[in-house]
């Protein structure tokens, strides 16, 4: 049995060029990028190769870009790290977290407030599971520290207006990290990382050049703004974005902090000082080479998104049509591409995931760090789901490979296993 | 064609492993989702959690996999430290007003001070002084003897200073010095830890593999690995949890295990795991034939180069059986790595010899590789009693299980052109100009 692939959004397959480009490195060229003789130089220099790859398709400097083990710790160091770094420079102990961030977000913000006495205000979404502004807005004190927003929900594939939610945060002076785990790859991070806007990711020299001429201060030069934060000249920058390399197709075990800004972070992991004094521990190389594969690859697939957005809403409208009942979660078209998540009240998430399951389609009811738990989701909670609504939910998501038959039969499976259930 | 001698810094993938890993990284699914791909990635997963327990004789439950082994010891260090300063705070009263699961404020925490002996990685050294910097941590250094080894008397001497070992957060230290490969006294200093209640974390990555540590001393609560240093992939490491301690975890987000958050990476566990079986396969046989070769370079070393020394347990292991102490010349030998010689050039500047050798397609090291780069001395030659300027001319070659003993006798050719050159040129640099 052929297996549809629908739950790309927690774990994609390893592609086979991302493979090919990590094997000289998982081969011969097997150095340690700290040693000094030659086969360390080589592999530091195939690790800056990846970094400068990355930093080109991201429109940021290549000392902005962190590795890190994965999207968890890209978050909690980009969340827990600005936060500390922020404290140190005499912000106050206030944070805000949107409230259906991903755990890695919403855990870190915990720790924060349990280890270091700060307060966690949650910012909340209307019934798409949308953050406002003028919530955020509310929410702000002349002194928060943080504000951590996602690019897009996980769960139900919202896109957050991130752009004016930065602008908020950082005209009090909070610092930024904005969770893009979902939509790295699929489009570019907005607000756009560098002043010269998302077309211009050129090289670094010319990025930092436009975001200059531009008059909007290119990272590392943002001294002209307020002394207390740097980079404060980016009025629209956020500080620190999260990405993870097995949801594009790189594997496991490698992700990345990117830090447009070059605001301070305090490190999680010491020892060694790799990467800058921000994260210690021997480089994975091989990692970073499938990353900036990874990311490359889905920069030129990207250029088809209308046709893969135009796919997701056939796919929408014939479940809509097929499953009766089934009602969409999340924004209708301001939403991942590739993403499409339903509630149907009176059928349980998980009976129905395992009779698609028995039928060749792979899917989840939410976010796979939570699967296996018997509770509501707490992201449609939070958008206003009763909770025995929010116990049917179901996501699909899948990738740019996908084709319109697999998403057809899928269709047709889903709304077979859904009839079945309900008898 | 390169001879490798810096397998302490990573141990390139034998094509077995490699095998095992690209197979895995096929896989398709996220061990945390319910599906059938998803359930295959977990029990790929918990195999691999199992092999690599059973070569510590610790259950599955116990082994918490990280990014490295830098994680893994930045959680044995903080998260043992945290978990002290949260838990029942013994003599000292928690605030009564403070949330139920919020800390106790920084100065009412029990129990700050750190155990440290002056000779750990820098992944541990770096974790501590961010800790006595940051978190109010009070750091007590332990002093190393001659050959890098921890002093039990000052261990003890430490225990007993201030409020006693009441006041002790943790004991942290190598298993084997990963520089000099003097094997460590975990035994010994884990019994006296555990009559005190005081846990102890176990930096076991430059040991593990190279030699058997199970089963693991009942004092011990926690032990750091990483699977690159024994030929599995970069980025893939764990903490050996013991069951009854606890950690306050440094990633949040998912709780996919205990003490760590982060999608867990199934296939990176798998090629652990098969680096680790294979290791442990033939562990004596392995580490008998290391150590022959070993004992081949140090004799010829000591044969050729009368003016290096040679340092750690090792080095006094090949001084005993160079001068004919055969018993002397075992017993140093049972209180080293198998596969590592670290030695000193009077005169000279590591980094000029290890680029001469590298030159002569040698790869060796200065010792860590988390340090070259940056032209300091040691700082475990320096806690060995070595002067600074002893200590600078380091230089760490270490074997791995594909050595030959032509390879070592290549080096052993090559070796007096390195260090007479090293040597001339660390003169030229002391020499004093005189007329400018």
């Known amino acids: 049995m052929t297996i549809i692939d629908l739950d790309q959004a927690a774990t994609a397959s390893v592609r086979r060029t991302v493979l090919e480009a990590m094997w000289p490195h998982l081969t011969g060229d097997y150095g340690n990028p700290s040693s000094t003789h030659a086969l360390g130089r080589r592999a530091a220099d195939a690790l800056e190769d990846a970094r400068s790859r990355i930093a080109r398709l991201l429109g940021v400097r290549a000392a902005q870009i962190v590795f890190t083990s994965g999207g968890t710790e890209a978050d909690n160091l980009g969340v827990i790290g600005l936060t500390l770094a922020a404290l140190t420079a005499g912000r106050d102990r206030h944070v805000v977290v949107g409230a259906v961030e991903h755990e890695a977000v919403l855990a870190s913000a915990d720790h924060l407030a349990r280890w270091h006495g700060v307060e966690v205000s949650r910012l909340g979404v209307d019934e798409l599971g949308r953050y406002s502004v003028g919530e955020l807005q509310a929410l702000l004190r002349p002194g928060t520290a943080l504000v951590a927003v996602q690019h897009a929900n996980n769960e139900v594939g919202t896109l957050q207006p991130v752009d004016s939610l930065v602008r908020a945060a950082r005209a009090v002076g909070a610092r930024v990290h904005v969770d893009a785990v979902q939509t790295a790859g699929w489009m570019p991070v907005v607000p756009p990382l560098t002043g010269a806007g998302p077309g211009a990711a050129g090289s670094t020299a010319a990025g930092a050049g436009a975001a200059g001429a531009a008059g909007s201060g290119a990272a590392g030069s943002g001294a002209a703004g307020t002394a207390d934060v740097p980079g404060a000249g980016a009025a629209s920058r956020p500080d620190a974005v999260a990405i993870s390399g097995h949801k594009l197709g790189a594997p496991k075990g490698i992700g990345a902090l990117v830090l447009p800004t070059g605001a301070p972070v305090e490190p999680l992991i010491h020892g060694g000082g790799q990467e800058r004094e921000r994260r210690s521990g021997t480089e994975n190389v091989a990692g970073a080479v499938g990353l900036a594969v990874a990311l490359e690859l889905a920069q030129q697939e990207r250029e088809d998104l209308v046709a893969i957005a135009a796919r997701r809403d056939r796919f929408v409208a014939d479940v809509l049509a097929r499953v009766p009942g089934a009602a969409l979660t999340g924004h209708p078209s301001e939403r991942l591409p590739a993403h499409a998540s339903f509630v149907v009240p009176g059928i349980g998430g998980e009976p129905l995931l395992i009779a698609l399951d028995d039928r060749g389609v792979i899917a989840s009811s939410g976010s796979a760090c939570a699967a296996g738990r018997d509770d509501p989701s707490p992201v449609l909670l939070a958008m206003g789901y009763p909770a025995d609504v929010a116990r049917t939910a179901l996501r699909f998501s899948w990738g740019a490979s996908t084709t319109q038959d697999e998403l057809a039969s899928a269709v047709e499976l889903l709304a077979r296993s859904a009839a079945a259930l309900r008898v | ?436």
Not at chain 2, 230 to 259: E, I, K, M, N, T
Request: hydrophobic share 50%; charged share 20%.
């Open chain 2, 1 to 436: 064609m390169v001879v490798y001698l810096d397998h302490a810094a990573g141990s390139p993938m034998p094509a077995s492993i490699r095998g095992a890993y690209l197979a895995a990284l096929e896989h398709v699914g996220n061990p945390s989702s319910i599906h059938s791909a998803g359930q295959a990635a977990r029990g790929m997963l918990e195999g691999a959690r199992e092999r690599i327990a059973a070569t510590l004789g610790v259950d599955a439950v116990e082994v918490v996999l990280t990014g490295g082994g830098t994680e893994a010891v930045n959680l044995g260090v903080k998260g043992l430290f945290w978990q002290r300063q949260a838990g029942a705070a013994g003599d000292r009263a928690v605030a009564p007003d403070a949330a139920p699961d919020a800390a106790p404020a920084r100065a009412d925490r029990p129990r700050p001070r750190i155990l440290m002996p002056r000779a750990e990685h820098h992944a541990t050294l770096d974790a501590v002084e961010w800790l006595a910097a940051h978190e109010g941590a009070q750091l007590r250094w332990l002093e190393v003897d001659e050959v890098g080894a921890l002093r039990l008397d000052d261990f003890e001497a430490a225990l007993a200073e201030g409020a006693g070992p009441v006041d002790v957060a943790l004991l942290t230290m190598l298993a084997a010095n990963n520089e000099v490969g003097t094997l460590q006294p975990v035994a010994e200093a884990a019994a006296l830890a555990a009559a005190h209640g005081v846990p102890v974390h176990v930096d076991a990555i430059a040991a593990y593999g190279q030699v058997p540590l199970a089963p693991l001393p009942a004092g011990v609560s926690a032990v750091s690995l990483s699977a690159h240093k024994l030929g599995g992939p970069v980025g893939v490491g764990a903490l050996v949890l013991r069951r009854g301690a606890d950690v306050v975890p440094l990633l949040h987000g998912g709780s996919q295990q205990r003490g760590r958050s982060g999608t867990m990476d199934a296939a990176g566990a798998a090629a652990f795991a098969a680096a680790s079986d294979e290791a442990h396969a033939a562990i004596a046989e392995r580490a008998a034939r290391k150590a022959q070769l070993r004992d081949r370079l140090a004799a010829g070393i000591l044969a050729a180069l009368p003016q290096v020394e040679l340092r750690g347990a090792a080095g006094r292991a090949a001084a005993a059986r160079a001068a004919g102490r055969v018993a002397e010349a075992d017993a140093w030998a049972a209180r080293a790595l198998p596969g590592t010689l670290h030695l000193t050039v009077p005169g000279a500047e590591g980094d000029s010899l290890l680029m001469l050798l590298d030159l002569a397609g040698f790869a060796v090291s200065t010792g860590s590789a988390c340090q070259a780069g940056v032209p300091e001395p040691s700082h475990v030659l320096l806690a060995m009693g070595l002067h600074e300027q002893a200590a600078r001319g380091a230089l760490r070659v270490s074997l791995g299980p594909e050595t030959t003993e032509a390879d070592v006798d290549a080096l052993l050719a090559a070796l007096p052109d390195a260090v007479a050159r090293a040597t001339s040129a660390g003169l030229a640099a002391r020499t004093p100009t005189l007329g400018r």
